[in-house]
DNA sequence: ATCCCTGCAAAATATTTGCACTGAT
DNA sequence: ATCAGTGCAAATATTTTGCAGGGAT
């Protein structure tokens, strides 16, 4: 998928409203979709297709969530060297990740700011923390110095 | 590897003192080591195991990335979806790379101080960007402003 | 002579694709 | 009734591991 990263996120809070999402665009509301939204958004951290898939089918879970991906519903992230994991896009969400102990900060964009005018001035890129994960050192880790 | 990201980076500069480096712990300097120290500093940007690899076995490769990474002689880096990218220790380097079209810069670490005072003033980690690259959007894509 | 390293095969992990059938519309 | 979606199998991509023979020391 390439167009994921061109589409706009859209502010789906529950599993009713991104299947209204899926009818407007004619597309289907199975039930392995309505159980992989379940739960998307019962999750209080990303998961992987793998955990979303659940008992059902995994090539499916792949496939249905690069469409709601497309259609702006859902997110994915890496964090390290695992499997993507995603979450709904409504929840605006940018990470980080400790490289020594992967623990994971997910924090509203808006707290990245001075980070994204720091990133700015040094290189010119805009930063964005929501596909790929700012990554250090947590304050434990940096104090162990072992890293 | 864990301890990789443990051990402090060995500044050899050319494929004979990463082969001294290797004799010094009493490991051996093969024909494929020696191979794979040539490519490796001999590119001039960091590449795949397999593209080190070259006509020999890829999984002789990987090992052997493995050691002389845990001996802090190379590093690899995350840059988006494909495989491992490896590059000698030594030329310290941090990674900014385009979510959008892939540009990949490559940076001296001090050029990237001001981000990770920001990190730090942000979230507390200390930013690290040799193996995650800083994610984000190039100027030319952040202007077509299309992701 | 020792035993580290190699090369091949096979497994493990993550993801994608082909295909015939089924079910949402 | 149509055709998007499912589930299974198989392919692809990246990386790791087991093993027996070979080469560096």
Do not use: I, Q
């Amino acid at each position: 998928m390439t167009v994921s990263r061109l589409t706009p996120a859209v502010d789906a809070e529950t599993p009713a409203a991104a299947a209204a999402a899926l009818r407007e665009r004619g597309l289907r509301v199975s039930a392995a979709r309505r159980e992989l939204l379940e739960a998307l958004f019962a999750a209080d951290r990303p998961l992987s297709a793998e955990e979303l898939a659940g008992n059902g089918d995994v090539a499916s879970a792949y496939r249905n969530l690069e469409v709601l991906e497309g259609l702006g519903l859902v997110r994915h992230v890496h964090l390290g060297h695992g499997p993507g994991l995603y979450h709904p896009a409504g929840r605006e969400r940018e990470f980080v990740v400790c490289e020594s102990c992967g623990a994971v900060r997910a924090v509203a964009p808006s707290e990245l700011d001075g980070v994204r005018a720091a990133v700015l001035d040094a290189v010119g890129y805009r930063g964005r923390f929501t596909h790929f994960p700012l990554a250090g050192l947590c304050p434990a880790c940096a104090t162990k110095d072992d890293a």
